[in-house]
């Protein structure tokens, strides 16, 4: 089993910026690939980013590409999720997920999901 849990939501003013971190409880993340992704409500959750258990490969969303990052640390124990020039539309729900699966963009790839962390973004 693996225990995620998200941080670094909040309120923040359009055009501004939050950094989402994501750590597994008692572990590391090595060995995992691990997805951003959100629910707005009355939407379906949706994908954000995903970053490969390496941390080599990356990919995002097309609403989020040059905005968004998602990135790890050395140790791989945190999957940040850096937020810039944030829009009232990605306000969300944002969930981390990981999975020892194949690498995807998809929510049924994934095995592992956090609480979700709020984020509120105003015009």
């Known amino acids: 089993q693996v225990q995620l849990v998200e941080s670094g939501g909040g309120w923040v003013q359009a055009g501004g910026s939050l950094r989402l971190s994501c750590a597994a409880s008692?572990?590391?993340?090595?060995?995992?690939?691990v997805g951003w992704f959100r629910q707005a409500p009355g939407k379906e959750r949706e994908f954000v980013a995903t970053?490969?258990?390496?941390?080599?490969?990356?990919k995002n969303a097309d609403s989020v590409k040059g905005r968004f990052t998602i990135s790890t640390d050395n140790a791989k124990t945190t999957v940040y999720l850096q937020m810039n020039s944030l829009k009232p539309e990605d306000t969300a729900v944002y969930y981390c997920?990981?999975?020892?699966?194949?690498?995807?963009?998809?929510?049924?790839?994934?095995?592992?999901w956090g609480q979700g962390t709020q984020v509120t973004v105003s015009s």
């Open positions: 997920a990981a999975s020892g699966r194949g690498w995807t963009t998809m929510t049924s790839g994934y095995d592992y």
């Open positions: 008692g572990r590391t993340l090595s060995g995992y690939n």
């Open positions: 970053i490969s258990w390496s941390g080599g490969s990356t």
